[in-house]
C-alpha cells in the first residue's frame, strides 16, 4: 500500500470547492457520454446501417478503454491529474467534433476508439483526484456525491438528446459540453493532487492487490448492462405497457442518484466492508421480491427505486473503501484495471440474463440477477482481503 506524501493544510472551503470542481467536470462529461452513445446509434441506424455493424462500432469505445488502462498509471505520474483530465476532455470534445467530417463512416471506428481512450482516462482520473481530495472522516460520502452526480449526468444524456435531435449539431453540442468542462478543471484556486509515482503498468498486478474491489466492478457491470437491456422487456412480457416499462428504468437511475446520499453518510459512520456486504445481501434479496410485485405499480416503482439505490451503493462504498487503503500511482492503477473488470462484466451480464430470460419468462432476469449479488456476497463474506 502506498502512502500519500505530506501536503500543507488547507481550508475546508478549498476542499469542498475543489471536489465540487473535479464532480462536476465528471458529471458533464457523463452527460457527453450518454448523449453520444446513442446519437452515434441512432445516426448509423438512419444511414441504413445493421444492428450488428453498430453493435461492432460500439465495441470500440470498450477497445479504447481496454488499450489505454495499462498506461493509466504512467500517463497520471507524467502528466498529473489536472492535465491528464484536462486533455482526455479536450480529446473527447475534439473526437466529437470530427464526426460529421468524417469522408466515409468506416472513421467512425478509430474515432469511437478514441472516445473509449477518453473516457477511461477521465473517470480513472476523477475518481482518483476525488478520493485524494477526500478525508477519511468524509471519504463515503464524497465518493457517493460522485457517484450520484455522475449517474445525473448519464441521465441526462438522453434528455438533451431528445430536446436537440439526432441530427449534425448534435455532435458539435455534445464537443461543447466536453469542452466547457475543461473550465471546472482548471479554475483557480481547485486543488490538484501531487504527482503521482510512476507504477508497473501490469492490470494483473492491480487485480490481485484489489479482488474484491474487481469483483464489486464485474457484478456493477453485468447486472447494470444487462438491467438496462432487459428491465423494460420483462417488465412488458409481464404485462406492463411499453409506457410504463420504460419508466421503470427512469425510476431504478432515480433510484441510483437519490439514495447514495444517505448510504454514504452511512458507510461514514460504520464498517465500509460490512456495508457493503449488507447491500449486497439486500440486492439479492429484493431481487426476488421483483415478480411478486409487479401486480402493483406503486409497489413496483418502490421496490425499484430502493433495489437501484441499494445496488449502485455497493459499488460507491468499494470506491471509499478502495480510497481507503491506496493512495497515488496505485489508486490510479487500480481504478485503471477496474476498467478491465467492467469490460468482463459488461460482456457476461446481457447475454447471461438473455439466456436466464429464455428459461422463464417470469423469474429469469430477477433470479440472474440475485444469484449475481449473492455469490458477490459470499465471496466477499469467506475473503479475507480487505479490498
Do not use: K
Not at 492535465?83 to 469522408?103: D, G, I, K, N, R
Not at 471506428?109 to 482516462?121: D, K, N, S, V
Not at 492503477?333 to 428459461?359: E, Q
Amino acid at each position: 500500500m502506498s502512502t500519500a506524501p505530506p501536503t500543507t493544510p488547507v481550508s475546508t472551503s478549498r476542499r469542498l470547492l475543489s471536489t465540487g470542481a473535479v464532480i462536476a467536470a465528471a458529471t458533464v462529461f457523463g452527460l457527453t457520454y450518454s448523449l453520444s452513445a446513442p446519437l452515434i446509434a441512432l445516426d448509423l441506424d438512419a444511414r441504413g446501417y445493421s444492428e450488428t455493424f453498430i453493435g461492432l462500432n460500439a465495441a470500440m469505445h470498450a477497445v479504447g478503454v481496454l488499450l489505454i488502462a495499462p498506461f493509466m498509471p504512467r500517463l497520471a505520474a507524467a502528466a498529473g491529474a489536472r492535465q491528464l483530465t484536462f486533455w482526455a476532455l479536450l480529446l473527447s470534445a475534439a473526437v466529437l467534433a470530427l464526426f460529421p467530417f468524417a469522408p466515409s463512416v468506416y472513421w467512425w471506428f478509430p474515432l469511437r476508439l478514441l472516445l473509449g481512450i477518453g473516457a477511461e482516462a477521465l473517470f480513472v482520473m476523477t475518481e482518483t483526484w476525488t478520493n485524494e481530495l477526500s478525508t477519511e472522516a468524509t471519504r463515503g460520502r464524497t465518493m457517493a456525491v460522485y457517484t450520484a452526480a455522475l449517474s445525473l449526468g448519464m441521465v441526462c444524456g438522453p434528455g438533451v438528446l431528445s430536446w436537440i435531435g439526432t441530427n449534425r449539431g448534435a455532435y458539435f453540442v455534445g464537443a461543447a459540453i466536453a469542452a466547457g468542462a475543461c473550465l471546472f478543471v482548471i479554475l483557480p484556486g481547485v486543488l490538484a493532487p501531487p504527482r503521482f509515482e510512476a507504477t508497473g503498468a501490469n492490470p494483473v498486478r492491480y487485480m490481485r492487490l484489489a479482488p474484491i474491489a474487481m469483483a464489486t466492478t464485474v457484478l456493477n457491470a453485468a447486472i447494470e448492462t444487462a438491467g438496462l437491456s432487459f428491465i423494460a422487456l420483462y417488465a412488458a412480457g409481464q404485462g406492463w405497457s411499453e409506457h410504463g416499462a420504460m419508466r421503470l428504468i427512469s425510476t431504478l437511475m432515480l433510484g441510483a442518484i437519490v439514495l447514495q446520499i444517505p448510504i454514504g453518510w452511512i458507510a461514514d459512520r460504520v464498517s465500509r466492508r460490512a456495508l457493503a456486504l449488507t447491500l449486497a445481501v439486500l440486492s439479492a434479496a429484493g431481487a426476488l421480491v421483483w415478480p411478486f410485485a409487479l401486480h402493483s405499480v406503486p409497489l413496483t416503482y418502490g421496490v425499484i427505486f430502493v433495489w437501484g439505490g441499494l445496488f449502485v451503493g455497493i459499488y460507491t462504498v468499494m470506491l471509499a473503501m478502495v480510497g481507503e487503503r491506496f493512495r497515488g500511482g496505485e489508486l490510479v492503477g487500480i481504478y485503471g484495471a477496474m476498467g478491465f473488470a467492467w469490460g468482463a462484466g459488461a460482456l457476461v451480464g446481457p447475454a447471461a440474463a438473455g439466456i436466464a430470460m429464455r428459461h422463464s419468462a417470469r423469474f429469469g432476469l430477477p433470479v440472474f440477477v440475485a444469484v449475481g449479488c449473492a455469490l458477490f456476497a459470499a465471496y466477499m463474506a469467506l475473503s479475507r482481503r480487505p479490498t
